[in-house]
């Protein structure tokens, strides 16, 4: 009869037996202790729960990689039924678990169903709730505590590192929103907080960003509280603010005018945004150039969240009228979004946990004049996950100089160049992005393809992290590197730095590739020899159409391309094309996202295929009949190259420099 029970009601044999065990006093100390339940280990602990919760945290912590939000008041499903003295009680015993040297993490109460909730809308609640507010969780009358854990990084290179990219039309507010972010005052109404983040005077006067800036927003490692550059005392640098804190928040300011849109592209493709934040007008809807960037945004696969901006001058009924906008563009068969509300710290915490993982796009509305909604914004950006915590970490597990990922260091080194500058007395110094790897000071590694597609040796003689020297960098993050005897002539955007060791002989960069493409629009049809601006990570280069094969064409090198070909590719269309650079060759890796465009995006796509020399050749003859073997430009570019270089091979005497302190 036991075994039919057991069978009908699905439990499990080894629980079945410790609780008959348990019930009968015959089972062992250990399996009782197994059993203590949750908020006993919490409320009343000894010295085994403590180990336990301790065991517990610190693999959390891993999973996380750094971080985790860790919900108290259900276990099992069933109710702990909490008041404020447990809630107290609760906090001491996870801050004494998490103070312990294998977790040494700092715990931030986020929210607490129980009390009164501080942050409440206040007025315009009839436009607020145009956006429905989803339940993602129902747990009936239980009271639920949520925690920020954190382990508190020892090192500057073991700090968090968040990148979000802000977009939107212009005139939505950006440059504003994150100067009331990164130096904690509000703005006047007439601009006051963006003059700090501005670069050029004719931004200054036009009000209007030009050029990809950069802002930092820092959270220390005491309680989770917002560093920012300035504070009642002194102007801090952004060294000082990645000291104190324990995760960074870095905010790529882009350009909203139609004008600087290449700039914008460039911004989002090349310097890898781990999250997307789209500002919109409360009083202008969503128009112009922002639902360009939130279909480059879906085009590159980046979570977006909505940032509803200046509700403080909006009437009400214009409200609602945008509102209802964002909704139903959120919900369009090419968004296939679920717009959530986010009003109060519960729905913060909830949004943030599954904005990653599942199709919710949060929907903040604040005012930077009033300060409505800022704090709201702010603990959100603090709670937001490493988007590559799903897949490879970004990061090591183990924030400790003592415990290394393997992993890390054996994976191999990509780092894209954005930016190049000659700093006097350090030479050379290039800012970018890690793709994949690490990177170490005295490493040797492979910089390239210059305009001929040939790699150079070189060696890293020093690594900045936010200004602030440090030894080594990791996945994922935005580090800047002095190399050793390179000069500023001989870097340019778009080139790559990869470690020596994992390419004994020098990469190859190419010209030709294949990609699987997906037309958004175009007003006529696209053929051969059909010519865009090229967006693929940090490479921005025009390149020209050879062919269009059907999107289930396999990749046969023995078949003739011409007989497989599309004359013609039309808004919608799906297919895959064979793409040629115009100027020099680059290098490109499978699986690389694209973007495509004339003016406005016209497709996006995805690398399948990276053509060799050989190749290259076999399918120029087959494209032009045999009339032309390579590119002829491409030809013209090596041949200069190879002349500059034959009439003056002795390299230019360079002054001597001090290294990196």
């Not at 005491?222 to 560093?227: I, L, M, S, T």
């Not at 789209?278 to 480059?296: F, I, Q, R, S, T």
């Not at 793409?579 to 060759?585: A, D, G, L, N, Y």
Request: glycine share 8%; net charge positive; aromatic share 4%.
């Amino acid at each position: 009869m036991s075994d039919k029970l057991k069978t009908k009601y699905a439990v499990d044999t080894s629980l079945f037996d410790a609780l008959v065990e348990q019930a009968s006093g015959t089972g062992s100390e250990s399996a009782v202790a197994e059993l203590r339940a949750l908020k006993q280990r919490l409320l009343t602990p000894d010295d085994a729960d403590m180990q336990f919760l301790t065991d517990m945290l610190a693999r959390r912590l891993t999973e996380g990689h750094g971080e985790v939000v860790y919900e108290a008041g259900v276990d099992n499903g069933t109710s702990m039924d909490l008041c404020d003295d447990d809630v107290k009680t609760v906090t001491a015993t996870l801050t004494a678990a998490a103070d312990r040297p294998l977790v040494n993490a700092f715990v931030q109460l986020l929210y607490d169903s129980g009390a009164a909730d501080d942050a409440q809308p206040e007025g315009k609640k009839h436009a607020r709730a145009i956006v429905e507010k989803t339940k993602l969780v129902s747990n009936g009358a239980a009271r639920i505590v949520s925690y920020l854990i954190r382990r508190r990084p020892q090192r500057i290179e073991d700090m968090l590192e968040v990148r979000v990219a802000v977009v939107g039309n212009v005139d939505a507010g950006k440059s504003t929103m994150l100067g009331v972010l990164t130096q904690g005052a509000l703005d006047d109404g007439r601009g006051l907080a963006r003059l700090a983040l501005f670069k050029h005077k004719h931004e200054v006067d036009s009000g209007r960003t030009s050029s990809v800036g950069m802002e930092i927003l820092g959270f220390n490692k005491v309680d989770g509280a917002a560093v920012r550059h300035t504070d009642i005392h002194r102007k801090a640098g952004w060294d000082a603010v990645c000291q104190r804190s324990s995760k960074i928040v870095t905010f790529l300011d882009l350009a909203g005018h139609e004008k600087y849109l290449k700039t914008t592209v460039y911004g989002m493709a090349g310097s890898a945004p781990d999250y997307v934040m789209l500002m919109v007008a409360a009083n202008a809807g969503v128009v112009g150039m922002a639902k360009e960037h939130l279909g480059l945004a879906l085009a590159l696969g980046i979570p977006v969240f909505v940032v509803v901006t200046k509700i403080d001058m909006c009437p009400p009924h214009v409200l609602d009228a945008t509102l209802k906008q964002l909704s139903r563009i959120l919900r369009s068969s090419g968004c296939r979004k679920m717009p959530v509300a986010v009003s109060d710290r519960k729905s913060v915490a909830m949004a943030a946990s599954r904005f990653v993982g599942q199709r919710v796009c949060p929907v903040f509305q604040v005012s930077n004049v009033t300060g409505e909604g800022v704090g709201l914004l702010q603990t959100f950006l603090n709670i937001l996950p490493l988007a590559s915590c799903s897949a490879a970490s970004s990061m090591p597990t183990s924030p400790t100089p003592t415990s290394p990922i393997a992993s890390e260091d054996e994976a191999p080194l990509r780092y894209d160049i954005n930016e190049i500058f000659a700093v006097p007395y350090v030479g050379t110094v290039v800012s970018g992005h890690l793709s994949s790897g690490s990177v170490r000071v005295g490493d040797m590694v492979w910089l390239g393809p210059d305009y001929s597609g040939s790699f150079v040796a070189t060696q890293v003689r020093g690594i900045h992290r936010k200004r602030a020297e440090v030894e080594c960098g990791y996945q994922g993050q935005s580090v800047s590197l002095a190399l050793r005897k390179i000069s500023r002539t001989q870097v340019r955007k778009g080139m790559v730095l990869l470690r020596k060791d994992d390419h004994e002989v020098p990469p190859t960069a190419t010209c030709t590739f294949e990609a699987e493409v997906v037309v958004l629009y175009h007003s006529t049809t696209i053929t051969s020899r059909y010519q865009a601006m090229l967006h693929c990570g940090p490479v921005r280069q025009t390149a020209r159409v050879l062919c269009i094969r059907p999107a289930d064409t396999g990749e046969s090198k023995d078949e003739n391309a011409s007989d497989k070909h599309r004359d013609a590719l039309r808004t919608g269309d799906r297919a895959r094309v064979l793409f040629q650079f115009i100027r020099h060759p680059e290098f490109i890796t499978l699986g690389s996202r694209l973007v495509f465009r004339e003016g406005r995006t016209k497709g996006v796509g995805k690398v399948v295929r990276v053509l060799s020399a050989s190749e290259e050749r076999d399918v120029m003859k087959q494209v032009t009949n045999g009339t032309m073997v390579v590119d002829q430009r491409i030809e013209t570019v090596q041949a200069e190259t190879i002349q500059i270089k034959t009439s003056d091979p002795a390299e230019p005497k360079s002054r001597k420099v001090p290294t990196l302190s």
